[in-house]
């Protein structure tokens, strides 16, 4: 009998069992989920309308108090908590991002596995687990799709493919068998979407709420099969298979080689500033000029980048600042930094920022394709700086720092969480989560992590405790 193609991949899941994860990879399914947990903290902040907007929704959603809205003491149903935590967590646009499948896979992955487990009770290591492989699926299925094949057409790779990630994570945790799988990847496929006209919304809150969206169908989907509810039995299959659908086309073998032995969480780029994954390079390759070679941004006469031609487009002229090279960099060079306050309040009104964003140009390179080639996708830039002088610096920045081959330190991950949260909780309650991250292996309740993501009702810091965690359980919190 022929497999199809959607039960070969259901019949591999098997392999993303805690036991078999290497220690390498569920160190980095930590280090994502810590840094996630900080941008998604960070969105909270009353600086910006996001939250309000969001705690709005889940007061009228009501539902089953069962998992939480971070930064807030209000709780829902898990598939509409996965909505409200996944749109935070991509708000900042600072958390991590896979660039070969161009999937923000932890912003979508990670609030759908806390929403699951939290409802279940799952263990940690389930939740660690249910992580890793909600990346892996979600990276596979935009291979499958191709990522620019999507980006041509209109769509958000990280919504479509996404959408199976969150499914997966939420599956695993609620202990589907395979028919159950079957069903709730179709329920997730015909659940599936998610547009780039995000690029004309300067509010920046139509681009993370599609993050949330994939999160919330995900887990929606796998809820529906847990109880019976049918769908397509061979999405990626049959009659009106999904890729056909999206772009077109459908790489069965992108989707499983090496799954199991290659793990997608391995390829994440771990953030900096408040920008698309395809700047870092060159906001890199600018600031080592300014900072080495004592150039100043009033300096500055010209920028010119080099960058992959599979994606420079992406970040020129784009009209949303976190995706324009232009502006990002301009900020960069008279700010040192980009974070999201930079991108909800246009620096442009600072006449020299404005000026200098306008001398910044970007073109399409193929050698960067070419040194890769295959999945990889190159993240890297080649960026000249000229003077008023006419003396000319360049960079050639294969690897910016966060990629996968020039990692973030632990501290470095650390010092990036507590800037991202110092307006939000206090160090003591900051040192906890990191705490309780790292002990997830041997936590007995995701609950105990969770909990430390909402305050107390004075809006001080809460100061878990087995006793807090008992009585968070108990509580009525609508």
């Not at 980095?28 to 929704?57: F, W």
């Not at 939290?118 to 249910?130: I, K």
């Not at 500033?273 to 500055?300: R, Y």
């Amino acid at each position: 009998m022929t497999i199809t193609p959607t039960q070969q991949l259901i019949d591999r899941l098997g392999v993303f069992a805690y036991d078999n994860l290497p220690a390498p990879v569920i160190r980095q399914a930590k280090n994502a989920l810590y840094d996630s947990l900080g941008a998604l903290l960070a969105a909270t902040s009353r600086r910006y309308p996001i939250m309000s907007l969001l705690e709005n929704m889940v007061r009228n959603a009501g539902g089953t108090p069962e998992s939480r809205l971070a930064g807030s003491s209000l709780r829902t149903n898990a598939a509409t908590a996965a909505l409200a935590n996944g749109t935070l967590a991509y708000y900042c646009d600072i958390e991590s991002h896979h660039p070969s499948a161009n999937v923000h896979a932890i912003a979508v992955v990670g609030p759908a596995a806390l929403a699951v487990g939290e409802s279940q009770r799952s263990t940690g290591a389930d939740v660690l687990s249910a992580i890793v492989a909600g990346i892996d699926v979600a990276a596979r299925v935009s291979y499958a799709l191709g990522p620019a094949a999507q980006y041509a057409r209109g769509f958000h790779p990280t919504t479509v493919a996404g959408t199976f990630g969150s499914a997966v994570a939420a599956g695993l945790l609620l202990g589907l068998d395979d028919e159950q799988f079957r069903n709730a990847f179709g329920l997730a496929g015909t659940s599936a979407s998610g547009l780039l006209s995000w690029v004309d919304d300067p509010t920046e809150q139509s681009r993370p709420l599609n993050i949330g969206l994939a999160a919330q169908a995900g887990v929606q989907a796998a809820m529906l099969a847990a109880i019976g509810f049918r769908g397509p039995a061979d999405i990626f299959g049959g009659k009106y298979p999904f890729g056909k659908a999206f772009t077109g086309q459908w790489d069965q073998d992108a989707l499983l080689t090496q799954l199991g032995e290659r793990y997608e969480a391995n390829e994440l780029f771990f953030k900096r500033n408040s920008c698309c994954v395809f700047i870092p390079a060159s906001l890199d390759g600018l600031l080592d000029i300014l900072d080495s070679e004592g150039v100043v941004a009033d300096d500055i006469a010209s920028v010119h980048i080099r960058a992959p031609r599979s994606s420079y487009h992406v970040i020129d002229g784009n009209p949303l600042r976190s995706h324009c090279v232009q502006y990002v960099l301009a900020v960069a060079a008279h700010r040192g930094h980009v974070d999201f306050a930079d991108i909800m309040h246009d620096r442009r009104t600072d006449p020299a920022i404005a000026s200098l964003a306008e001398k910044i140009t970007i073109e399409g390179d193929d050698s960067f394709d070419e040194r890769w080639g295959g999945l990889r996708q190159s993240v890297g830039s080649i960026t000249k700086v000229t003077t008023k002088t006419g003396v000319t610096f360049v960079r050639d920045v294969e690897f910016p720092l966060g990629a996968a081959e020039n990692p973030l330190s632990d501290r470095d991950l650390e010092q990036k969480f507590t800037n991202l949260t110092a307006n939000i909780i206090d160090s003591g309650q900051a040192h906890r989560i990191k705490q309780a991250v790292e002990e997830l292996d041997t936590m007995a309740d995701i609950n105990e992590l969770t909990w430390l993501l909402e305050p107390t009702t004075t809006g001080q810091p809460h100061e878990a405790s087995p006793g807090d965690v008992l009585a968070a359980k108990r509580r009525d919190p609508l």
